[in-house]
């Protein structure tokens, strides 16, 4: 029997925890090397010794409590726990965690109370770590420069920092226990949205997500969120943290700079277009200059080496060359001036030259003109219908206007008699009227009549630059005007021209 308690003993000598037995009147009836050690460490009132009593051996602010939980455990018969703070000998603090556990007897009376008593110094210092780090981390969240915001799996706010409410508005109070779609997001960003929160509660990871909030003010910002499950242990997805920036003014720049983008791009496609409008002028203005100017040369050159030729040619025939020589260099002229106000068009150079037009005697002359350049081939009738006595315009491109639009209708209706001219007068405008009974033009060419050195198929065995109806349009626009023009194939064509006045 005193073998198997030595061993006993030994073995309670050598385990972690003090052990300490007293019987209900708080005397001390065993303990362990190791409660003796816990004592001397603590410095407790005075050394463990069997039969004193437990409350008169430690420091006065712990007898109250060991009296209290002997009390408590008479009186209830159930084991219970304390925890105390010590500063040893060496100036370290010690935490020692007691377990007072009740033993009754088989009458089921209190027997005696075993303490047992583990230092948990390592486990309190991991603790006091772990809760300073996880406040470090709270008050990182707390205080970020970034919109942070946690939800739980329904949707509602668990998480909301200050950054949250300097930027929206919203107050940690006004969204906890709300759906983050009901504080920030108005009615059509709801289903992109909830589209977004089943992908990642799917465990899918989404980051640089611009997404329309709504500020408590009604303003409407851009947040751009990274998204990231929160699960626990077991895998289990228990919310969404979601860790962003306020956009806005880069989104905005960013638009603003798309815009300027497409305006550059707009304006890039604007000049490569007049390039290549250019490119294709150029050769067509080649293309028609060395036929309209190679045939006058030709009949000049024809002509100066006929009377060359001939020393004794008739008076009759050398008035015959020499008319057919003034009507080519004539033509040729015309030629030059078409090109040369089609350059000063383009170049922007021709400036308004407002002056006083007395229409009847300017528009007669203006037909006696086009009668003799085309060797009145046709009869220009002509029609005036309320026409004022004066009109203020530029009375040059009003003159490139007629001549062009009258030369057109005489040229282009071969075989026929008539030209038909109407002027007419209306509110502070006049509207001017060409007809002829000619070709027409076709409807797929229609779209380019106004284009430059552009002719029709039609017109390829008629003398001209296709310049005409381009100076035609370039004045009537110069003069805030407009034109129109109607045609029919081998029925003739109408050009309406209204010009205001200036």
């Known amino acids: 029997m005193s073998l198997k308690m030595d061993l006993l003993n030994s073995i309670l000598d050598n ?4 052990i300490i037995i007293i019987d209900t009147e708080g005397k001390i009836l065993f303990f362990n090397e190791v409660a ?13 010794q069997l039969g004193e009593r437990l409350e008169d051996t430690v420091s006065p602010h712990r007898k109250e409590i060991i009296c ?102 919203f107050d940690k109070d006004e969204v906890y226990a709300q759906k983050l779609i009901d504080v920030l997001l108005k009615e059509e960003e709801r289903p992109v949205f909830e589209l977004l929160m089943l992908r990642i509660l799917n465990h899918e990871l989404v980051s640089n997500y611009e997404i329309p909030v709504y500020t408590k003010a009604g303003k409407r910002v851009t947040f751009l969120l990274s998204a990231t499950p929160r699960s626990t242990a077991t895998g289990e997805i228990i919310g969404v943290t979601f860790v962003g920036q306020d956009v806005t003014e880069l989104t905005g720049y960013r638009k603003s700079l798309e815009i300027k983008v497409e305006e550059k791009t707009r304006e890039l496609k604007r000049i490569l277009k007049k390039e290549k409008e250019v490119v294709e002028m150029k050769s067509r203005f080649i293309s028609i200059a060395s036929h309209e100017f190679r045939t006058p040369l030709s009949s000049i050159q024809h002509a100066a080496h006929f009377i060359k030729q001939h020393q004794r040619i008739s008076p009759e025939d050398l008035t015959k060359r020499l008319d057919g020589i003034e009507i080519q260099v004539g033509h040729m002229t015309s030629l030059l001036d078409d090109v040369l106000t089609y350059g000063k068009n ?14 009847l005697d300017f528009t007669n002359n203006i037909v006696e003109e ?14 005036f219908q309320q026409l004022p006595g004066e009109i203020a315009t530029d009375e040059k491109l009003l003159r490139n206007i007629l001549i062009n639009l009258l030369t057109n209708a005489v040229k282009f209706s071969p075989g026929q008699e008539h030209v038909y001219l109407t002027l007419s007068g209306l509110t502070n405008h006049i509207k001017i009227t060409v007809r002829d009974e000619g070709m027409g033009i076709p409807e797929t060419e229609m779209d380019k009549i106004f284009e430059p050195f552009l002719r029709g198929k039609a017109a390829t065995s008629i003398q001209g630059t296709g310049l005409g109806l381009s100076i035609v349009k370039k004045g009537v626009e110069l003069l805030g005007g407009t034109i129109r023009v109607e045609s029919q194939v081998d029925m003739g064509t109408t050009f309406t021209v209204t010009i205001p006045e200036q």
């Open 15 to 18: 385990i972690d925890e003090g």
């Open 36 to 48: 003796i050690n816990k004592s001397k460490a603590v410095s407790i009132n005075k050394p463990l």
């Open 68 to 169: 209290e939980m002997i009390n408590e455990i008479k009186l209830k018969k159930q084991s219970n726990q304390t925890f105390a703070e010590y500063t040893n000998n060496l100036g370290t603090t010690v935490y020692l965690e007691t377990t007072f556990v009740p033993v009754v007897d088989e009458a089921g009376d209190l027997a005696s109370i075993q303490l047992f008593i583990r230092d948990i110094t390592l486990q309190k210092i991991f603790e006091k770590k772990l809760t300073t780090q996880v406040a470090n981390v709270s008050n990182l969240i707390e205080k970020a420069n970034a919109v942070i915001i946690g939800i739980d799996t329904s949707g509602y706010i668990t998480d909301w920092n200050e950054h949250c409410y300097k930027i929206t508005g």
């Open 346 to 359: 383009e170049a922007g150079k021709i400036q308004l030259i407002i002056t006083k037009i007395v229409l």
């Open 370 to 383: 086009v009668g003799h350049s085309t060797k009145n081939t046709h009869t220009i009738h002509l029609n």
